[in-house]
């Protein structure tokens, strides 16, 4: 497929080394591993500098923009590389350069270059969607927050080095007051993380919090203001899970394409035959679109960084994470039952895909933020 945004001569030489590496690392199944997180692989991407790809120069990082962050996502999902935490580890990285202490700056963000992974946990199990219902309780003592609650889905905690966790620290006003943040290492004592098993394979956790005791130290941002602290975020994450399901339809699109040029049914290829050759235009036509509006979004938020695109951005989370559960299933469907087997990927890209339309806000609570920008 042709490019649809102009690169630099640097981003472009950032692209074919990602391609290269995925080419060489990733390639096999073998290379990848069992597990959707390879910490070996992870650790070669830190030492190439790409983990620090858009942190800031005074933390190590090579202080690209999000147009930059996007090419390596993307890049990365198409060449399968198993990386699950770095998704998790880019949202966390954005909310400590906006909201973190030096400190917590120095050893979250100096850690994300050298290879740490970082989780988030808001999701609660009455609390989901309407992250405004969260309930997890965070109180002060004797100058610490004590933490009592559970957390869910809780993707690559058993990976990360520390938590973002958001709970409530005051029930007095609105439900989207008195929310705040707090960086919770991970082994700490009154901490428990519990993996749970999904179709692929362990990528989220419940965690569970019993007088878990942290400093005051810990605490991101302002007391009581986490809300409008995620919010500020949002631009960010959107693009992040969009620009990852974006890859990833690529590939999978890919793959089917190879298939049906080779694949022959009555004495031709499988693609010469209207019907599925009529779906794949149709396929690549939904791509490109999404990856327009991907990299525009981007390109957006890197001229104005301390703007919000709620629309923009929930429309390239639903665009992109939409189309590549459909570029998934229709690639299934066309390489019939090879499609289901494990011998080829593609039930690994469906597997992968039917989450993108869930986690992240899904893609009614997407449709319901456009909804509300326009007036209804």
């Known amino acids: 497929m042709t490019q649809i945004l102009t690169l630099t001569d640097e981003q472009q030489a950032f692209v074919e080394s990602i391609r290269e590496f995925c080419r060489?690392?990733?390639?096999?199944?073998?290379?990848?591993?069992?597990?959707?997180?390879?910490?070996?692989?992870?650790?070669?991407?830190?030492?190439?500098?790409?983990?620090?790809?858009?942190?800031d120069e005074r933390y190590g990082g090579a202080g690209g923009g999000?147009?930059?962050?996007?090419?390596?996502?993307?890049?990365?999902?198409?060449?399968?590389?198993?990386?699950?935490?770095?998704?998790?580890?880019?949202i966390?990285?954005?909310?400590?350069?906006?909201?973190?202490?030096?400190?917590?700056?120095?050893?979250?963000l100096g850690g994300i270059v050298r290879g740490a992974v970082e989780a988030i946990a808001m999701s609660e199990p009455e609390a989901g969607s309407d992250v405004g219902a969260l309930q997890c309780r965070i109180e002060?003592?004797?100058?610490?927050?004590?933490?009592?609650?559970?957390?869910?889905?809780?993707?690559?905690a058993h990976h990360a080095d520390h938590i973002l966790l958001v709970g409530r620290t005051d029930r007095s006003g609105s439900k989207h007051d008195g929310l705040t943040m707090l960086n919770v290492p991970t082994g700490i004592e009154g901490q428990e993380i519990r993996g749970i098993d999904t179709m692929a394979g362990r990528e989220v956790n419940d965690v569970f919090y019993t007088d878990c005791e942290v400093p005051a130290s810990a605490l991101v941002g302002e007391e009581g203001k986490a809300w409008m602290q995620l919010m500020a975020g949002l631009n960010i994450e959107r693009l992040i899970i969009a620009a990852q399901h974006l890859g990833a339809a690529r590939r999978a699109f890919d793959d089917t394409?190879?298939?049906?040029?080779?694949?022959?049914?009555?004495?031709?290829?499988?693609?010469?035959?209207?019907?599925l050759?009529?779906?794949?235009?149709?396929?690549?036509?939904?791509?490109?679109?999404?990856?327009?509006?991907?990299y525009d979004v981007a390109a957006k938020v890197d001229a104005n960084p301390h703007a919000l695109f709620p629309r923009e951005a929930s429309m390239a989370k639903l665009k992109?994470?939409?189309?590549?559960?459909?570029?998934?299933l229709e690639g299934m469907q066309m390489m019939g039952g090879y499609g289901y087997a494990t011998e080829y990927d593609m039930e690994?890209?469906?597997?992968?895909?039917?989450?993108?339309?869930?986690?992240?806000?899904?893609?009614?609570?997407?449709?319901?933020?456009?909804?509300?920008?326009?007036?209804?």
């Open 66 to 90: 999000l147009v930059d962050m996007c090419l390596l996502l993307d890049e990365t999902a198409y060449g399968m590389a198993p990386v699950a935490g770095i998704g998790t580890t880019f």
């Open 348 to 376: 690994r890209h469906v597997r992968g895909a039917l989450v993108g339309t869930i986690y992240g806000g899904t893609s009614e609570i997407q449709r319901d933020i456009i909804g509300k920008t326009l007036g209804l």
């Open 277 to 294: 050759r009529h779906r794949l235009a149709d396929l690549a036509t939904e791509i490109e679109c999404a990856r327009l509006l991907v």
């Open 257 to 275: 394409l190879a298939y049906v040029r080779e694949r022959r049914q009555f004495g031709r290829p499988i693609g010469s035959f209207q019907a």
């Open 140 to 156: 002060r003592r004797d100058g610490s927050y004590v933490i009592n609650g559970q957390k869910t889905w809780i993707s690559n």
């Open 24 to 55: 060489r690392e990733t390639a096999t199944r073998e290379q990848r591993g069992p597990d959707p997180h390879n910490p070996a692989v992870y650790r070669k991407m830190a030492e190439l500098g790409w983990l620090g790809v858009s942190i």
């Open 320 to 328: 992109a994470t939409e189309v590549g559960k459909k570029v998934a």
């Open 92 to 108: 966390v990285a954005g909310a400590y350069e906006r909201f973190g202490s030096e400190e917590q700056k120095q050893e979250i």
